[in-house]
């Protein structure tokens, strides 16, 4: 048995720690959303509370951690004692401010070994968010990821839906430096467009119905909460750990 079979959880047991992550997820964004799958900002003044202390962990949730060598979508080493697992969308402009205000902070306990982060999308408005996501894992396949991620969420802003087409995608490619010609074939690829669409459904199929959503140390956190909020619960959970 190898050591990442070893590591896979017992078939009969996920449809069920699934079920139970979807509950303890949508108790957390049923007040906050309503209708149509939104994005989801902070918690406004009345609920301010909601968020004012750190979330319990849920044993459960850390099953979402893949610390895979090979994930293009991650930062920071697979043995470092957190991970926090990012639900987003490349439309979504709560995703896009916190990722120009907050993450750069984050990345601190990155790059000091405390962290590491997982990057999913969940694609909630259609093809474009879809083209985005699959743009950004085949520019991580040539070592770029992060740069092109942080370039479709340039100064904390989305791209207009008519900057998301194809073209326009491998135009930003080009303008990264990339092999616009091997970009072009993987984000077209079957496989990555099945692994999109399946990383895609794990957030649904937890109850993640707004984005951004995070599970930082097995602990759910919805909307995008401010920088001092994250640091809290990070140096929280580390304090936990000595």
Request: hydrophobic share 40%; charged share 25%; proline share 6%.
């Amino acid at each position: 048995m190898t050591e990442k079979q070893a590591q896979r959880p017992t078939n009969w047991l996920v449809p069920a720690a699934l079920l139970l992550i979807a509950a303890l997820l949508a108790v957390l964004v049923i007040f906050q959303l309503r209708g149509d799958p939104q994005p989801v900002a902070e918690a406004p003044p009345g609920e301010a509370a909601e968020f004012g202390g750190i979330p319990e962990r849920v044993p459960e949730l850390a099953q979402l951690e893949r610390r895979d060598e090979a994930d293009v979508q991650s930062a920071g080493s697979v043995h470092a004692p957190l991970t926090m697992v990012v639900y987003s969308d490349y439309q979504c402009p709560f995703c896009a401010r916190w990722n120009q205000e907050t993450l750069p902070a984050i990345m601190d306990y990155v790059d000091d070994g405390s962290l590491r982060i997982e990057w999913r999308d969940i694609n909630m408005y259609g093809e474009p968010s879809e083209r985005a996501s699959l743009a950004a894992h085949a520019a991580g396949l040539q070592g770029k990821y992060w740069e092109y991620h942080n370039a479709l969420f340039a100064d904390g802003e989305t791209r207009d839906e008519g900057d998301l087409s194809a073209d326009a995608l491998v135009e930003l490619a080009a303008d990264l430096g990339l092999d616009t010609e091997r970009f072009a074939a993987d984000m077209e690829s079957e496989e990555l467009l099945e692994q999109n669409q399946q990383t895609a459904a794990e957030g649904r199929s937890i109850g993640v119905t707004g984005t951004p959503t995070f599970v930082l140390d097995a602990r759910p956190i919805v909307g995008a909460q401010p920088t001092e909020f994250f640091s809290r619960v990070i140096d929280t959970a580390l304090e936990e750990r000595q």
